[in-house]
């Protein structure tokens, strides 16, 4: 074969005129797979991170009535909760509290409801339920971060009760009991009052 018939096959082979192109076709398909890879394992590590995002401890409070009790919970310190039984034959309202390294009922408080909400007699027919508040408190004048209350539903008449938990007895294993403080009282069923000269 003459060297320019070899020259004119050269030319027109497509295996020779691929590897002609070949440096540049792997060299962008290096750079492609790279950056493929690089993509792959960065979004591979952001799902796979954990989130730094901390979450509170979730705090849940119960209510249910039935035709002769009530009952609820509430927090009354950081690891304390309230169960709060109200007796709606007699009016009485309890508060009783766990301590949790002893795992026993080591504190009770009551009131009678039917003073507060003026019921007078045994045999009503009351809702409660708790609520949170934060009272200014000192050694002499404790309170649990909760409230009670009590709505009796035949007169519309509603009372709210704080707890006077002492947290220091709690620490100590003391026992406590005492009476629930009420802090006010209202109605559900407001007395308009026109004036007469209009």
Known sequence: MSETQMTNTQKHDPQVESNTKNPFANLCLAITALASVAIAAYLFGQSTSRPSVTFSPIEATAAVTSEK??????????????????????????CNVIYPRVGRFMASFSAQVGEALGAGGKGGQYMMMTGLAEFRQSSATPAAPSVVYVLDTATGNYACYGIPFNRVLVNSNRPQQGTLQLIASGTANPVITRDPSR
């Open 69 to 94: 009790f009530s009952m609820a919970t509430g927090p009354v310190s950081e690891d304390a909760e309230g169960l709060f039984l109200l007796d709606h034959n007699s009016g009485l309202l309890q």
